[in-house]
């Protein structure tokens, strides 16, 4: 997908190079430093793109982000290409990244406090409305908001109306209410990779098993069925996060004994099967510590969350094993107050994603800490060449590039060449092999590079021989140049069309029409069957 920001990236990388920062104990890359806020990272599961709120003007002095400029932007993981996805005077807010960066879904507050879920193609940057019960002209006072979009970018789930609804990502289908509930307040939706599995936390008592109402962390099929509480207490679980494989979720849960709606309520952040084989386990469990807003990784392995100390009021994200092992504090949280605060993981769980400072800015920035995923080279074993038999190819494949600046291997190989052809590659391992051409005909080689970190990626060359390259075979035997023994014909590549005529009249022996009389030759027309082979243009061949 992407190809085009995929290159960019690439590109970029090896232009620029990283520039990482230390922060506890991993490494961290801070991917913006103008002076203008930025919140609300998500970072997609290969870890090439991160999603984030944005200002666009770019120059409030690091103040809060004002409504009407609050766009949603992408930035690589190298912080060296952002692209703005949105530009209107609006509030976009609440970014969620497809797997490979492909889409996005955010909130747009469509009139004052009533947003609509939108959905944008990072590469086209069209924008679709998904929302059901919203229109973008704000003819509807009911908000569609927290959106999340599962990994292949084809569903979304988001809040309306205290309910849960689900809807395809490119409007094909209208969405569906999943809880459609009356007075219950059902929240904070996330939806599992294959867009199968939905978490949501509710005050609802669905299956009369929360008889005082607080809220509970509940699970359900995308088509409505198999709704499951899995959690039963009666303090509140909110921000439940499932794992991109539906198998497990956590969640955040207030302790117990806390004077509600005060900044010093404290909470753990839980790990619970998705299916509700088991109890939840307490993955933190610290006494004077709040932790809130856990992520998952994609297999629920790692967990990522934001702790605050109630004792020093320092706050510092989190990422940990949920084994309960390898512990490690990412990186101080900024000292500048923001909201939507959320930390998002890789596939693999070893890169992070997050709202943090930098040296270069005083505002809050767009941070990655942890290390970069392994991305496939790119080969690339030059163009296409005609030569003429005895002369020496030079092929040259040093425009081959590696995204993570990966040493790379070469190997290169003679795929397909004429019968009678001994020809051999002098060093099949060089960046830069030859070979002599001993027969007229096509020679099919092949590129494969490789980054030793089970990168690889391959491409292929055709070489066209022609003659015994002693005589210009770029004209006929009368003289006539290429594209005039085919005049009358307004292609400049052969299609099937012309090179059935010119064979017809080749073996009647007569002349093609308006060609003025020409006849066309036996070489010629082998020429051109073997253009017509390769689809090759008649002009391009002629010089």
Same mark, same amino acid.
């Given at each position: ?73 992408? /930035? ?28 996005? /879904? ?27 019960? #919203? ?32 809807? /395809? ?55 409505? #069925? ?17 794992? +991109? ?38 993955? +933190? ?259």
């Amino acid at each position: 997908m992407k190809k085009r920001l995929r290159l960019i990236w690439a590109l970029s990388l090896l232009m620029f190079g990283l520039t990482f920062i230390s922060m506890g104990q991993d490494s961290t890359v801070v991917l913006t430093s103008d002076n203008s806020v930025k919140t609300m990272a998500r970072v997609s599961e290969d870890g090439q793109f991160v999603a984030y709120v944005g200002d666009k003007t770019q120059d409030n002095e690091c103040t809060p982000l004002a409504e009407d400029n609050q766009e949603i932007f992408l /930035a690589t993981a190298t912080g060296q290409d952002v692209f703005q996805l949105t530009d209107n005077e609006l509030q976009d807010t609440d970014p969620s990244i497809s797997a490979d960066g492909g889409y996005v /879904a955010f909130a747009r507050e469509v009139s004052p406090d009533t947003f609509a879920v939108f959905v944008v193609d990072t590469f086209s940057t069209g924008e679709m409305l998904i929302s059901a019960t #919203t229109t973008q002209s704000g003819s509807s006072s009911i908000s569609a908001i927290h959106p999340m979009i599962n990994a292949d970018g084809t569903m979304v789930v988001y809040e309306e109306r205290g309910d849960i609804f689900i809807a /395809a990502s490119d409007g094909s289908t209208p969405p569906t209410n999943l809880t459609d509930s009356t007075d219950i307040l059902d929240q904070f939706p996330k939806i599992s990779g294959d867009g199968t599995q939905i978490v949501f936390s509710s005050s609802g008592d669905y299956l009369g098993t929360n008889p005082t109402g607080d809220e509970e962390i509940y699970a359900i099929t995308s088509f409505g #069925t198999n709704l499951r509480q899995l959690t039963r207490n009666e303090v509140p679980d909110l921000h439940p996060w499932i794992s +991109t494989d539906g198998q497990w979720v956590a969640f955040e849960r207030e302790l117990p004994g806390q004077q509600r709606g005060t900044d010093a309520v404290q909470y753990d952040v839980f790990l619970i099967p998705s299916n509700g084989s088991a109890f939840e386990t307490n993955l +933190t469990n610290t006494g004077l510590i709040s932790e809130r807003f856990p992520s998952l990784n994609r297999a629920g392995s790692k967990v990522v969350f934001e702790v605050t100390d109630e004792e020093t009021d320092k706050v510092t994200y989190i990422r940990m094993n949920t084994d309960g092992t390898e512990s490690i504090t990412i990186a101080d949280a900024p000292d500048f107050a923001i909201d939507g605060v959320a930390i998002t993981l890789t596939e693999d769980g070893e890169l992070a994603a997050f709202s943090g400072e930098s040296d270069d800015s005083d505002c809050v920035q767009i941070v990655l800490s942890g290390t970069p995923p392994n991305i496939s080279p790119l080969a690339n074993g030059g163009g296409d060449q005609t030569v003429g038999v005895g002369e020496i190819v030079e092929l040259d494949g040093t425009s081959s590039n590696d995204p993570n600046g990966d040493v790379l291997n070469y190997t290169w190989e003679i795929v397909s060449k004429p019968e009678g052809s001994t020809a051999e590659l002098d060093d099949p391992n060089s960046p830069t092999p030859s070979f002599e051409v001993d027969v007229a005909g096509e020679y099919l080689i092949n590129l494969v590079v490789d980054d030793g970190r089970e990168g690889i990626d391959s491409d292929k060359i055709n070489i066209l021989v022609d003659g015994d390259g002693s005589q210009d075979d770029s004209t006929p035997n009368n003289g006539t140049s290429i594209e005039n023994a085919l005049d009358g014909n307004t292609n400049l590549v052969i299609d099937d069309d012309e090179i059935e005529q010119a064979i017809t009249f080749w073996v009647l022996g007569e002349p093609l029409p308006d060609s003025g009389g020409l006849i066309i030759g036996d070489d010629k027309i082998m020429e051109l069957i073997e253009l017509w082979v390769l689809g090759a243009s008649i002009e391009e061949t002629a010089e």
